[in-house]
């Protein structure tokens, strides 16, 4: 009975530490990911620059199967830039209890990164109408998970191409932005 005890009273002690240990809001994980995006090595890098090969269907009729490769070179941030757009996008996982930031049907139309600032080309439908919340959230999640890249400061939003002044109506995104100046830029009714 005594060995029964202890090992509840353990598996109890361990269970009230991991939660207490999840519920903290420290932004260690951020920085942890800081890291390894600041360490990550992928396949074929040369300095900031990721050489990929990509195949091609190079049958001259169509009659036969062919396959010709042809190389491009992608700048590490953007290609991980768009991945991290394209996650927000998908949405938080099944497990999860957080919102999507965005609509399901929300496409990236480009991503590229100039002078810091990461310009984001959303389809049309990432503009709809938001609450406060919503597209605060939204804009700040955006910024905070671009901003994770080190050579991202700010973020610019487009709509197929086009400067929108608001996603949600309720913020204004008309120029490049951070996490910090969200709040500043709400929309007086």
């Known amino acids: 009975m005594k060995k029964l005890t202890t090992i509840l009273l353990m598996v109890t002690m361990v269970m009230t530490l991991l939660m207490l240990t999840a519920c903290n809001k420290d932004d260690k994980g951020s920085i942890n990911t800081k890291e390894k995006i600041e360490n990550l090595k992928l396949p074929m890098e040369k300095e900031d620059l990721v050489d990929m090969n990509l195949y091609f269907d190079a049958s001259k009729d169509g009659s036969k199967e062919e396959l010709g490769k042809e190389e491009r070179l992608a700048n590490k941030e953007e290609f991980l830039g768009q ?18 930031i965005l609509p399901k049907d ?5 991503f590229s990164i100039k002078d810091g600032i990461a310009n984001i080309n959303f389809s049309k439908e990432a503009k709809v ?57 709400l929309i007086k009714k």
Do not use: H, W
């Open 83 to 100: 991945l991290i757009i394209q996650e927000l996008i998908k949405g938080p996982s099944v497990k999860s209890e957080l919102q999507p």
């Open 106 to 110: 929300t496409r990236l139309v480009s």
């Open 129 to 185: 109408e938001m609450t406060k919340s919503k597209e605060n959230a939204c804009l700040k999640g955006i910024s905070k998970s671009l901003s994770q890249l080190p050579g991202i400061e700010k973020v610019q939003i487009l709509i197929e191409s086009k400067n929108v002044d608001t996603l949600g109506g309720n913020y204004d995104i008309s120029t490049p932005f951070d996490s910090k100046a969200i709040d500043s830029r």
